[in-house]
């Protein structure tokens, strides 16, 4: 079984940085791709970001620019370094990934529990 834990989260001043983690436990063979998603009250789940195994990135145009995902494959940990965060991007954030499981034979996507943030203007 694996777990994906978000932290980092709370409340922040727009334009102060803020750096989200997801550190995955479990039984891990590898880690393939990982995102960051997001759900502000009354929408839909949105990516912000992903990341591959190699280190590839993709961003959401909200979030270009602004923020960086970046991962630690020695720690099983992703990261998003929010900077100049603004109002709008108030949301709980959700990492999201493929693992592998059972020296690789089984490959499953998870999902964390979500990690709250709120920027105040």
Avoid: H
């Avoid at 992703?78 to 100049?84: D, G, H, I, K, T």
């Amino acid at each position: 079984q694996v777990r994906l834990v978000e932290s980092g989260g709370g409340l922040a001043q727009a334009g102060r940085s803020l750096r989200l983690s997801c550190a995955a436990y479990g039984d891990i063979f590898k880690i393939e791709n990982v995102g960051w998603y997001r759900q502000a009250p009354g929408k839909q789940r949105e990516l912000v970001a992903t990341i591959t195994s190699d280190g590839t990135t993709n961003y959401a145009d909200s979030a270009k620019g602004r923020f960086t995902i970046s991962r630690d494959n020695a720690k099983n940990t992703v990261y998003l370094q929010m900077n100049s965060p603004k109002p709008e991007d108030t949301a709980v954030y959700y990492c999201n990934a493929d693992v592998a499981s059972q020296g690789g034979r089984r490959w499953a996507e998870y999902w964390g529990q979500g990690t709250q943030v709120t920027v105040s203007s």
